[in-house]
């Protein structure tokens, strides 16, 4: 995809018009649908979601803030659930977990993946059947190991020899663990470098093609108190094309008949991750769950067929394709800067009230994101903006390219959609900011379910002063 910087971008006139992709400045009083959560609307310019104009929004909570519409969330979960209804489909948590959303998917009749003893900690907290949730993480230590255990987790996917021999320890002490194997399938998935997991020099998994998943297999499979439940793939984040699922389901797949041909077992289940691309501009043009449910089930009944294996039960570990799309990020323009670039072009800074601390994924992994005027209706003719946050790094940018009305100023309200998914869940402290809140929105009602962090919340882990004397 074309970048900002790249050339092609100043025209004679001295306008911007932005990279290829972006061709049309979009309308400030209109939303584009696919953008934008279930319940989102624009009257006047105001950006009304779950029933609450983010003006009022703003003025009783504050900005930035993150705004989560509850029906959107759990019509994306049931439609999940709904299409996949012959697999389980577990939540992944680390997208962006809290107490309400556990609830949500629970009354859904979603699984949920956690991937940390924190994640864990919460949906245990928030009542969450233990046998229901899966236990990721390539380095889990024998105490958050023996803490997963004893509470009753389904399910522990595991990644490493140091891990088996910690559950073998675990199981010799009474402890019963039901485990999945994480294998690497060697597929190079079309993503950011830093969110593909499935080719063979990054951290998770077991090669198969090096030996060592089936050597995994083996180790586990002749373990007592250990059960082996089946093999797990996950090849990596916002990928929308689906032969990477099918490469790396074809090689699972084989591994997994391999099982049955030398070891004489039918592995019962089979996991093949998360990962699926929501829209976060224009140009993205996500799958349906249904259309996604069609295309996977068709792969693995054919591999299965061709391998003469049976089907085994299978699940998927959704986490952006549910919350990513939920919720958008309300901020309050702070300052409206114009720049002349080379070529006599200009471009508008606008700096809004967060910033890389509460959405670092355009930093981090070059994301594009868009953004619209919720706060009133302009038209005002539109100019190129790049929406920058107030932290000391001049990589500190939420939105790299967007058209944005030409009398934006300091005081009107932006929000960028698609930021359920790891952003409050990847906040940080940096230029010690104060993590936003997440207001959940339904029915015309705002009510708070992360709340956000106070300077006392700061200052909490801060000793003090020390004394000198
Ligand atoms: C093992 C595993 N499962 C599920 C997910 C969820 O991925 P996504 O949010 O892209 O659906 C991830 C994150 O990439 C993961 O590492
Ligand atoms: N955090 C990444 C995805 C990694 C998911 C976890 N394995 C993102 O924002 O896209």
């Not at 967060?354 to 981090?364: K, P």
């Not at 009107?412 to 952003?423: I, K, N, R, S």
């Amino acid at each position: 995809m074309p970048h900002a910087h790249e050339a092609g971008w100043a025209h004679a006139d001295g306008a911007l018009r932005g990279p290829s992709w972006l061709r049309e400045p979009v309308d400030p009083n209109a939303l584009v649908d696919h953008l934008w959560s279930l319940t989102a609307t624009k009257e006047d310019g105001v950006l009304t979601i779950g029933g609450v104009a983010m003006t009022d929004l703003a003025r009783d909570h504050g900005t930035p803030a993150y705004v989560l519409d509850e029906a959107d969330f759990r019509s994306r979960a049931r439609a999940f659930r709904e299409a996949f209804a012959d697999y389980d489909v577990y939540y992944a948590g680390k997208a962006f977990l809290c107490s309400s959303v556990v609830g949500w998917v629970a009354e859904e009749g979603l699984s949920i993946d956690v991937c940390s003893d924190g994640e864990l900690t919460v949906a245990l907290r928030a009542g969450f059947d233990p046998a229901r949730i899966g236990y990721h993480g390539n380095n889990k230590t024998y105490a958050e190991l023996r803490r997963a255990l004893e509470a009753g987790v389904g399910r522990v996917i595991v990644d490493s020899v140091d891990e088996i021999a910690r559950l073998e320890r675990l199981a010799a002490e009474g402890l019963t663990a039901r485990v999945m194997v994480r294998v690497t399938a060697g597929v190079e998935a079309h993503t950011h470098e830093y969110i593909a997991t499935a080719h063979e020099d990054q951290k998770f998994g077991f090669s198969i093609t090096g030996g060592d998943a089936m050597e995994a297999v083996r180790r586990l499979q002749a373990a007592a108190g250990i059960e082996l439940l089946g093999l797990h793939s996950h090849i990596g984040s916002q990928i929308f094309d689906t032969s990477g699922f099918e490469v790396a389901a074809r090689r699972v797949l084989a591994l997994h008949a391999r099982i049955s041909e030398e070891l004489g077992v039918d592995l019962p289940e089979l996991d093949l991750g998360g990962g699926f691309g929501i829209a976060y501009t224009t140009q993205d043009d996500p799958s349906e769950p249904a259309q996604l449910a069609t295309e996977m089930t068709k792969i693995v009944e054919h591999e299965c067929r061709a391998l003469d294996v049976a089907v085994p039960r299978l699940s998927i570990e959704p986490g952006r394709a549910i919350v990513g799309p939920s919720t958008c990020t309300l901020y309050e323009v702070g300052t409206v800067k114009e720049v002349a670039l080379d070529g006599g072009a200009r471009r508008t800074y606008v700096s809004v009230d967060g910033g890389m601390s509460d959405n670092i994924r355009t930093a981090l992994y070059d994301a594009d994101y868009s953004c619209t005027l919720a706060s009133r209706g302009s038209d005002a003719p539109p100019v190129l903006g790049r929406v920058v946050g107030k932290h000391c790094e001049a990589g500190d940018i939420v939105v790299k390219d967007e058209f944005v009305p030409g009398d934006i100023a300091a005081g009107d309200l932006l929000a960028v959609p698609g930021t359920g998914a790891y952003c409050r869940s990847m906040a940080s402290n940096y230029n010690h900011a104060l993590r936003p809140p997440v207001i959940a929105v339904r029915d015309g009602v705002a009510r708070t379910v992360v709340r956000r962090e106070t300077v006392e919340d700061l200052l909490s882990t801060d000793v003090g002063v020390e004394s000198n004397s």
